[in-house]
């Protein structure tokens, strides 16, 4: 139990475009999903909070405006990063908590962006 | 906030010895421990956990242990196999209301042959 489903992998688009990611819980339901950015050799860094049918809370310094969270259903969270610049080229990851079951929060699989 | 602090950054072992990763918390009041590997290009997966009511966990080759007074928390692994080379991350919460797991700085374990 507890898988979150991740996609996709990698993407690689040009600057100027916008790339969406989806993160999916396929067996339990998950009123709030978390997006973190990850650079080589660096920790997690989480970059907002996405709540079902509420706007995310988004952490200091994250342009909201930029990327764009939507979690419309219990078991759907998307990230949308809107006019990508190389500098949004970064690992990208969510993850859920499985309310009750005391495992923790699982992490999806992660998607390398490349912007070119 | 809560602030998680990790050592050390990297870590060689040869195969079937011990690897322990240290990390310690500032915020008395986190409750939830979980310890997570990363593999190159992938997300981080659970791999052991604790609360703050329990002092140590075992599963199989790995284990964890918690020291609440001095607020720090040990990784062990023991019998060291290559395939257990990746990056580990420790993490603190205090559980419920929203709250957000703080990570550790990472630990690259190298298990050499």
């Known amino acids: 139990g507890a898988v979150v489903s991740q996609h996709p992998s990698r993407v690689i688009c040009k600057s100027g475009t916008s790339v969406k990611i989806e993160c999916r819980s396929l067996?339990?339901?998950?009123?709030?999903m978390f997006w973190y950015r990850q650079f080589p050799k660096q920790s997690l860094m989480l970059m907002a909070t996405?709540?079902?049918?509420?706007?995310?809370?988004?952490e200091q310094g994250v342009e909201k405006d930029k990327f764009l969270i939507n979690h419309a259903s219990l078991t759907l969270s998307t990230l949308t990063v809107t006019s990508a610049h190389p500098e949004d080229s970064s690992f990208y990851i969510c993850s859920a908590n499985m309310p009750g079951q005391g495992r923790g929060y699982t992490f999806g699989s992660g998607t390398r962006l490349t912007v070119v | 906030g809560e602030n998680v602090e990790q050592h050390p950054s990297t870590l060689s072992v040869q195969e079937g010895d011990s690897a322990v990763i240290k990390c310690t918390y500032s915020d008395s009041a986190s409750n939830y421990f979980p310890w997570y590997k990363q593999e190159l290009g992938k997300g981080p997966q659970l791999i052991i956990d604790?609360?703050?009511?329990?002092g140590e966990k075992k599963d199989q080759r790995i284990a964890v242990t918690l020291n609440k007074t001095a607020k720090h928390f040990s990784l062990h692994i023991t019998e060291t196999q290559p395939e257990d080379s990746a990056v580990y991350f420790c993490a603190a919460i205090v559980t419920g209301g929203g709250n957000k797991l703080t990570f550790g700085t990472g630990t690259q374990l190298k298990v050499e042959l």
């Open positions: 604790i609360r703050s009511n329990v």
């Open positions: 067996d339990f339901q998950a009123t709030t």
């Open positions: 996405s709540n079902e049918g509420s706007k995310a809370t988004y």
